[in-house]
């Protein structure tokens, strides 16, 4: 496979991903991960998660490119023939849909959501299920929501601490979504900036997560002056942002987001800069979904590839 014209630039810094071993987990929490790192996915210790929970945090427009793609059968059938290390999802679908799919595909359940119908400035997102429905659901892991940033964050504090209570109770492994968002954050350099998303991964570690998601920081250099001192005087490469942010994340696994459908040519590249900078994997949802599945199935076959040589 060759990542056409862009060539992945090493990192300045020294940083490698979080080994399980030195993770400090209880048995059942290990047991859950090492399926979805070894037994599943790529299957060398890295992950490569399927999410469909965009139909309640964008609604159903994002189903539009690929209509056959509202059926979360569409999904699932992608995570099994794909080989992914795992499928998130709200509860409701998981209920509905992923009976025939026990066993063939390690399940994240998300337990909290919102629209995005209300602003974003105090954002909040409720839980929708419980560690408990995961453990009856066979779940390998759950993932939660945390606005970094947001007014609303002392109670999305207080929520997760009881999240990570029963998860340490179920000994179900945790996947935090942290996610910067309000007012605050816009007016220090915005949602992707490395000051941002580098604070997102530090409190993720901090709170508890024994995995977080966080979107690769965009560094737009008209917002440069806005970011606090002395993140408005980085001068941080796409690959050394990434080896930050995966630095402040400490002993927990981090997997980057792929966001929107891209280019084939984009996505890989990014893929591969993410993994070649200690993320332990990958999410990636619409940018795969939104294509027909032959494509889909494609895609994901290189990105595996990749993976495996990481």
Same mark, same amino acid.
């Given at each position: 496979?060759?990542?056409?014209?862009?060539?992945?630039?090493?990192?300045?810094?020294?940083?490698?991903?979080?080994?399980?071993?030195?993770?400090?987990?209880?048995?059942?929490?290990?047991?859950?991960?090492?399926?979805?790192?070894?037994?599943?996915?790529?299957?060398?210790? =890295?992950?490569?998660?399927?999410?469909?929970?965009?139909? /309640?945090?964008?609604?159903?427009?994002?189903?539009?490119?690929?209509?056959?793609?509202?059926?979360?059968?569409?999904?699932?059938?992608?995570?099994?023939?794909?080989?992914?290390?795992?499928?998130?999802?709200?509860?409701?679908?998981?209920?509905?849909?992923?009976?025939?799919?026990?066993?063939?595909?390690?399940?994240?359940?998300?337990?909290?959501?919102?629209?995005?119908?209300?602003?974003?400035? !105090?954002?909040?997102?409720?839980?929708?299920?419980?560690?408990?429905?995961?453990?009856?659901?066979?779940?390998?892991?759950?993932?939660?929501?945390?606005?970094?940033?947001?007014?609303?964050?002392?109670?999305?504090?207080?929520?997760?601490?009881?999240?990570?209570?029963?998860?340490?109770?179920?000994?179900?492994?945790?996947?935090?979504?942290?996610?910067?968002?309000?007012?605050? /954050?816009? =007016?220090?350099?915005?949602?992707?900036?490395?000051?941002?998303?580098?604070?997102?991964?530090?409190?993720?570690?901090?709170?508890?997560?024994?995995?977080?998601?966080? !979107?690769?920081?965009?560094?737009?250099?008209?917002?440069?002056?806005?970011?606090?001192?002395?993140?408005? =005087?980085?001068?941080?490469?796409?690959?050394?942002?990434?080896?930050?942010?995966?630095?402040?994340?400490?002993?927990?696994?981090?997997?980057?987001?792929?966001?929107?459908?891209?280019?084939?040519?984009?996505?890989?590249?990014?893929?591969?800069?993410?993994?070649?900078?200690?993320? =332990?994997?990958?999410?990636?949802?619409? !940018?795969?979904?939104?294509?027909?599945?032959?494509?889909?199935?494609?895609?994901?076959?290189?990105?595996?590839?990749?993976?495996?040589?990481?």
């Amino acid at each position: 496979m060759v990542v056409a014209e862009k060539a992945v630039k090493k990192s300045s810094m020294k940083v490698r991903r979080p080994n399980l071993e030195e993770m400090e987990l209880s048995l059942g929490k290990k047991t859950r991960l090492y399926r979805m790192l070894y037994e599943h996915g790529p299957g060398n210790g =890295t992950l490569l998660i399927l999410p469909i929970d965009q139909g /309640i945090e964008h609604g159903p427009v994002d189903f539009f490119p690929n209509p056959e793609s509202e059926d979360p059968e569409y999904q699932y059938r992608l995570a099994v023939e794909g080989g992914y290390s795992a499928i998130a999802l709200h509860i409701g679908l998981a209920e509905k849909y992923s009976r025939k799919y026990v066993g063939k595909v390690p399940l994240v359940l998300k337990i909290n959501g919102k629209s995005n119908i209300p602003s974003d400035e !105090n954002a909040f997102s409720p839980l929708t299920a419980t560690v408990e429905d995961a453990v009856r659901l066979g779940a390998d892991a759950v993932g939660y929501t945390l606005y970094v940033g947001s007014p609303a964050q002392d109670r999305d504090i207080r929520q997760l601490n009881e999240v990570r209570f029963d998860c340490e109770r179920f000994a179900m492994p945790l996947i935090v979504w942290a996610y910067p968002r309000g007012s605050a /954050i816009e =007016t220090k350099g915005g949602r992707d900036s490395v000051y941002a998303v580098d604070y997102a991964a530090r409190l993720a570690c901090e709170f508890g997560a024994d995995v977080v998601k966080l !979107n690769v920081p965009k560094n737009k250099e008209e917002k440069m002056g806005d970011m606090p001192k002395p993140y408005n =005087t980085l001068k941080l490469s796409y690959e050394d942002s990434i080896a930050k942010v995966v630095t402040a994340a400490g002993r927990t696994m981090v997997l980057f987001s792929g966001g929107s459908k891209q280019s084939d040519d984009d996505l890989l590249h990014k893929a591969k800069a993410a993994m070649d900078n200690g993320a =332990t994997g990958l999410i990636f949802g619409r !940018n795969m979904w939104q294509r027909k599945h032959t494509d889909a199935l494609k895609i994901t076959s290189q990105v595996k590839k990749l993976m495996l040589e990481s």
